[in-house]
């Protein structure tokens, strides 16, 4: 899969034409923590009598998500893709090479391979407006 924008201005200024953009590197992180502790929970003021101070529980807490990280290579064109160019830029946020973050857990994503919500993701991006998808790739 790639996506194509009808104009796309690089880093260095110039504009590029019908540029293609494929996702050069992605990297799913599944970080979910899991934590348990014992706490006494306090005894019941009015229930002095029986000398007890309380009762024990578990408490437990989790957190961490399935996050995805990726950065998009552009190639000049189609062609240039499949004539086995190289790419022109990796897309840019100023000077260093944008990475793009979502959390994988999003309904927006559900039933999605990472690869698939990456594209869904970035198509949202506001210099992806109007992107469509490129047929006919040697990907």
Do not use: W
Request: with cysteine; aromatic share 6%; charged share 15%.
């Amino acid at each position: 899969m790639a996506l194509t924008v009808a104009t796309l201005t690089l880093s260095s200024g110039l504009e590029v034409a019908n540029p293609v953009l494929i996702l050069s590197e992605i990297n799913n992180h599944n970080n979910v923590t899991a934590s348990e502790k014992l706490t006494i929970q306090a005894g019941d003021p009015a229930d002095q009598q029986s000398g007890s101070q309380g009762t024990y529980a578990l408490q437990s807490t989790s957190s961490g998500g399935n996050y995805c990280t990726y950065m998009v290579a552009v190639f000049a064109s189609k062609a240039a893709f499949n004539a086995g160019k190289p790419a022109v830029e990796t897309l840019k946020d100023s000077h260093s090479s944008k990475v793009f973050n979502f959390d994988l857990n999003d309904a927006a994503y559900k039933n999605m391979t990472p690869r698939e919500a990456a594209y869904t993701h970035l198509k949202t991006d506001p210099c992806m407006a109007g992107a469509t998808e490129v047929s006919g790739l040697n990907l």
